[in-house]
Each structure stands twice: as C-alpha cells, then as structure tokens.
C-alpha cells in the first residue's frame, strides 16, 4: 500500500494508509523529539507527511483527528513541563509564485480601501528553518522558554535556551516592556552541523540528518550541557504576549530587539510595493547558499501594528502575513498513459500516468491533468499555460512538486516528442456507465464549464458509489465501520444503492452477514495461495463478524439524528461544500424549510425572486440547489432517507461577550470610516451574524450615506436603524 500512487488509491486503501502513515509519522516524531535518535532521513520523513498531506488533498473527508497535518507543529515531549502560550503559536499561509504576493499585496489594500491616504507597508525577512521558539522576559530578566509544541501548548525548555549564547539573560538598553514575550528561530550552522557530524563519526557516534532536525533534537536535550556544546544559534522575529507594543511598526519592534541584544536577521527590509518584496526576494534568494545556515523561503507582514490587528486572522493564520516559498524541486520523466476518473459528481478528471521520477526526495509516477482545456494547453479562462503546448501520451514533461506536495506538470519539452504522439482526444462518453459526458454552459457568463461531466447521475456506478462514500464520510455524517470498503461491498452485493438502504441493513442482517463472509472467504483464498497456509472455515468468520455488526447497526442508528448542517453536507449537492452547508443551516434552521425553499426556487423563472439573498451564497449555489431539487429522481430517494432520518433543527448558540452577540446585522450604503469587509469581520468577530439582506428577523442595520431599499424596508419592519459613529460607539470602538 505505500508505494501504491495516490491517485490509484481507492478510499478504502486511503483510509488504511492515513492510519498507517499518521502512526509511523507520530512513532518517528516520538524518536526524533524525544530521543534525539531519528531512525530514517529529512528526506524520508518529509515523503511520509507529503504523501500524507496529498492524499488527505485528494480524500478530504478522510481527515483524521491525528493527523499529522492537523498540528502545527509536534505535541509537546514527555519528560518536559508544559507551558500554554498566552497567544497562540500560529502558522503562516504560503505563496508560490509572484502572482501569489501580488494577490496577498491587493488583499490587504481592498481590505483598506476606505482608507484612502493609508500608506500600507510591508517588511521582508528571509524564513528560517530552525526550530519556533518564544521567550518570556519579566521585567527585563529571561524567566520562561518554551518550544511551539501543537500551537497552544510547548514544551518548557528554559534550561536548555539559556545555553544559547544569542538569547540575553537580561535585556539590554530600555523601553522594554513589563512582560513581552520574545519570538524566534532556533537553528545550527552548516559549519557547526558539520563539525558536529566529525566529532559523533569520531566516537562511532550516530549521524545527524540535517542542521534543522539536528537543532530541534539538540534543544530537547535531557542535559543542558549537551544543548550548550551544540553551539546554536537564535534570530528573534516576532514576539506573543507583551504588556506593551515594542514599537508601532514590525520593522521598528524587530530593530529594537537588535538593541536589547538579540541577534536579528540584517536582511530584513520595508517596501511598499509587491516589485520591491519581490526584488528583496530573489535577492535573499541569491544569497541563499551562502548564508550558512537554512532558509526555504522569505516571509512579508504588514508593517503597521494597528494594521495588523485590524486585518486580523483566518482559519488560525494570521491574514496580515504569508510566507513566499522558494520554488520546489523540478524533474524531467514521461508520460506514459492518461486516464480517467469518475469523481461522485460525475466530474471525468484526467490522470496521466508518468515513468516514475524522484522530486524533492518523493517519488512521482502521477499527476492530475484537471480537466482538458489544461491537457490542450489553456487555462479556464482560455489563456495559454505552458506556453500553450499539449500534453500527449510519450511526451518528456517537466515536473514539480507546488508546495512540495502536489506533482504539476511545469512545461512539456518539444525537442523530445515522439513522431508518433498524436493529440489527446479527451472522451465525450462515461467510461464507467457509457453516458454522454457533456460540459454545462454557464448561464452567467456563457462559457463552457471546464470540466466535462457524466450525464449517469444515478446510473453511473462510479458516482453512486462516491456519494454513498461522501454521506458516511467524517464530515458528512460519519458512520464508524461504514468506510468505503464496506460501501463497496454492499453496493455490489445489491445491499445499499442509496443512502437510505444504510438505515435498513439492520433488517437484512443474515444477507449483509454473508456478504461480509464471502468477503473474508475470498480474502483468505487469495492468502492461502500466496501462503500455501489453511484458510480459517467460513463458519468461524461469520461468528465472529456478528460482534462487528452489532457495533456497525449501533453507529447507523447512532446517526439517524443528525445536526442539520452535517445532513446538508451529506447530501453531496454540487458546490455544496461544509462551509456552505453550515451557512445554509443557519438561514433555514430545518430540513424542510430548505427543500421548501429549494423546490419553490427550481420551480422560478427567475430564482431571486424567491431564494433569499444569503451573505456567501452565490448564483452558482443557487443553481446547484435548483438542480438538485428540481430533479423529481431526486425526490423518492430523499424521501426515503428522511424516513430513516431526522435532522435536528438548527439553533444558534447566542453569546453573552458583547453587546451585539447573537444579533442578526445588515450593513448598507456607504461606510466612511471603514470597508464593508472589516465592518463584516468585525461584527462577525464580536459574536453577531451579519445578513445580506433586510428581513423580519433582522435586529440591527448599519445605514451609512446612500442607503436606499433596505434602509426603508427596515423602517416598515421596525428593525432598529443606526449610523456608523453609532455601531462603533456600541461596539467599543469610537
């Protein structure tokens, strides 16, 4: 199963190979971490978590609660104290290419619009690959060290950091807060991780990996002298909990701790504009094998504090800052073959099958050719990628890893393909059902979809199975027992077609019980000749297996009540993603009031006459919930599993932090003081849920200069009205 490509992996053998890999991933944390004694490779360790992380990409429903993408960084060893941070160790989201700065660059400046003589700046500083470290200073004096630990909890290591030469036991010069609690990157010199190597390889010693790992064993060293003759190093960066602003921009705060005697990184700079962070880009990028020690890559922050706070965070990362990636490796191999998969929409992706290649320590054998406008060399949008050149079947193609995680094609070299590769003539029928795949036309825009689709639907084997597959998964309603393997079984077997027949199998045990021993049987044949060993009797099987079927029937009925918003998810309408199904809970509280809606919807000629405006649902959701319920094959199936099922209402937990907590806001006409998008986050961030539009169960609208329809549909509701010097003045912020 481990060598197995991802993108042959059916979700059954996902399933076992998260599992697999998120134990041996923690297994080689615990003896790195905690006995500075790695047993495989950098390169060997990182092609574990990026397998992992690529196939957690490809089966996102398959997410598991250890995984190790989950933690920011690794759970805190035993044998140190723990310390919780004030404030949280957070990580940075990533850009790749320049266009990702320049759309980082515009975010921040959209967000700011209403700003209009605001001078945003941005500091660049190369991006060390050491070990996160956070320093706690009292009153000048060093009295607490802690590793990142998972982000909320480290691991004490005070000792062991006051052995490093770089890090002050009292702080230097003045101006420096009561409490601050000082942030930066433990790391080892080529040349130190060189001499180090000599001295171990002297003594018939282990040998290290690399400076990074050899850094991160070296500070959770049981003896502190041990951290001291490993001669490590520290640049301060950032800082978490402090009694007081260093300074008001990053680039001053970042000086200062230069003059309280930290070691600061002299390739920091501050620019204002995206040529200028990428200039001071390329250049640390020049320097790069000449700094003696690691970088992977240059991060930007806004450089205004006050900016900082009000942009704010998402998703556990802070908005204000993104970490521009140097490119990954890049490796020349051919493309043997294209084929293509049926995904649960109906969705024909395209796969092409390479002669195994190794990029960045992993090896490669296949990438996702998306759809095939990519495959004729254009994007979505018509324009050319890879200088408009084609894929075809014995082309030399260069490959890359983005993020060092997703294979891309880069380029296709010309020169080296064969007289013989014709164009790829992407098929017009299912290969699964046979059904016409046709690609939709874009109501809106006109435009063709760029994915061509299996018109099956409920015929196409491929599609019922991955939606049978996507309503048990873990963030539908995640039935334990009932993973992909199982649903395989029972779909062929003629036991489950739809997600109602889940909720039946109790009432045909004796059948789901053969199916499970024919199974096995089968299994222990194929051992049997692998083996030469005697197979277990059919009969011991199936004793066994009764024990196993009472816990699946208990995790069925267990779900027959679930929240609406999982329900929803589950369904697996088009574009109906978590996030969205959540939204939509919310607005309609139950399941019937959806269908409700939905149905009266698909029955409009225009649908905004009837679906309510919804901040974060679009003209493409709408569609998908038009489809999806005016479609009467629909209909039986639905009813169906609502009679096995029962969604339970929607209810908003109201918090009492703020005053406007659990109210619905609207927001409308011109907001002086601020953008729409910060007057969102803001409300959204002090508990309220902010609505697109006027209705009866609105509390509160925000009026500004020109506000027109919903100003006066507010007054005939009796929703209170007030101005923006009034909402600021409510919330705290005038």
């Not at 060293?221 to 800082?239: H, I």
Request: hydrophobic share 40%; glycine share 8%; charged share 30%.
């Amino acid at each position: 199963m481990s060598e197995k490509p991802v993108e042959s992996l059916s979700k059954g053998e996902a399933a076992e190979e998260l599992k697999r890999l998120a134990a041996e991933i923690a297994e080689h944390d615990r003896r790195y971490h905690t006995e500075d004694a790695p047993t495989i490779s950098d390169a060997e360790y990182d092609a574990l978590a990026r397998r992992n992380l690529a196939i957690e990409e490809r089966f996102p429903d398959l997410l598991r609660d250890d995984s190790p993408s989950r933690r920011v960084g690794a759970p805190p060893a035993e044998g140190f104290a723990k310390v919780r941070h004030a404030v949280p160790m957070l990580s940075l989201a990533k850009a790749y290419t320049d266009q990702d700065v320049t759309d980082f660059i515009e975010r921040g400046r959209r967000f700011f619009d209403r700003d209009k003589d605001l001078d945003i700046a941005f500091t660049a500083e190369p991006k060390i690959d050491g070990l996160s470290a956070s320093l706690r200073y009292e009153n000048g004096m060093f009295v607490q060290g802690a590793t990142r630990g998972d982000g909320a909890v480290g691991e004490d290591i005070t000792a062991n950091l006051k052995t490093i030469v770089d890090i002050p036991k009292t702080l230097k010069g003045s101006g420096w807060p009561e409490t601050i609690e000082i942030r930066g990157e433990v790391y080892m010199t080529y040349a130190e991780f060189e001499a180090l190597k000599q001295r171990s390889a002297a003594v018939g010693g282990q040998d290290y990996v690399n400076p990074r790992n050899t850094a991160a064993g070296s500070l959770r060293q049981k003896d502190p002298s041990v951290t001291a003759s490993r001669n490590l190093k520290f640049f301060a960066y950032a800082w978490g909990y402090t009694t007081a602003d260093p300074a008001p921009t990053q680039f001053e705060a970042v000086r200062k701790f230069g003059e309280w005697g930290f070691k600061i990184s002299p390739l920091m700079v501050r620019a204002r504009s995206v040529e200028d962070l990428i200039d001071q880009y390329h250049r640390i990028e020049e320097q790069r094998s000449s700094l003696g020690y690691d970088i992977d890559g240059v991060v930007y922050k806004v450089d205004q504090l006050e900016l900082q706070r009000r942009w704010g965070f998402v998703t556990g990362e802070p908005r204000w800052a993104v970490a521009h990636k140097f490119p990954a490796e890049q490796a020349m191999t051919t493309v043997e073959k294209i084929d293509i998969q049926v995904g649960r929409t109906g969705t024909l992706a395209p796969v092409a099958r390479l002669a195994p290649i190794t990029v960045g320590g992993v090896v490669v054998e296949n990438v996702t050719l998306h759809n095939e406008d990519y495959i004729k060399g254009f994007d979505s949008n018509g324009q050319p990628i890879r200088d408009g050149i084609d894929v075809r079947i014995g082309d030399t193609v260069v490959i890359q890893r983005a993020g060092d995680v997703i294979p891309q094609i880069v380029s296709v070299v010309v020169d080296k393909r064969p007289a013989a590769a014709v164009p790829y003539e992407f098929p017009h029928s299912c290969p699964v059902c046979g059904s016409p795949a046709t690609r939709e036309i874009n109501e809106k825009t006109g435009k063709e979809d760029s994915r061509r689709r299996c018109t099956g639907e409920l015929i196409c084997a491929a599609q019922a199975i991955e939606r049978l597959r996507h309503f048990v998964s873990r963030g539908a309603l995640d039935i334990e027992g009932l993973g992909a393997e199982n649903i395989d079984l029972f779909f062929n077997s003629g036991l489950v077609k739809t997600a109602a027949d889940i909720f039946t199998l109790r009432d045909r045990r004796p059948a789901v019980t053969r199916a499970l021993a024919e199974r096995r049987e089968e299994q222990a044949r194929l051992r049997e000749e692998a083996s030469g060993k005697t197979r277990k009797n059919v009969r011991g099987v199936e004793e066994r297996n009764y024990e196993g079927l009472d816990k699946l029937f208990a995790a069925i009925d267990a779900r027959r009540e679930p929240e609406l918003d999982r329900f929803i998810f589950a369904l697996g309408i088009r574009h109906i993603g978590e996030t969205t199904a959540a939204v939509l809970a919310r607005q309609f509280s139950t399941i019937e009031e959806l269908i409700g809606v939905g149905k009266e919807t698909a029955k409009a000629e225009d649908p905004h006459t009837v679906f309510p405006s919804i901040n974060g649902i679009g003209d493409t959701v709408i569609n998908a919930l038009r489809d999806f319920f005016g479609n009467e094959r629909n209909d039986d199936v639905l009813d169906a599993l609502l009679a096995q099922v029962h969604p339970k209402p929607y209810v908003m937990e109201i918090s009492d932090d703020s005053e406007v907590a659990g109210k619905t806001i609207v927001f409308t006409g011109t907001l002086e003081k601020m953008t729409r998008s910060e007057a969102k986050a803001m409300a959204e961030r002090l508990g309220a849920k902010v609505a697109g539009s006027v209705s009866a169960k609105t509390d509160l609208l925000v009026a500004g200069p020109g506000a027109g329809s919903k100003l006066k549909l507010a007054g005939e509701l009796g929703v209170e009205v007030i101005d923006e010097d009034t909402w600021l003045q409510r919330v705290g912020k005038a």
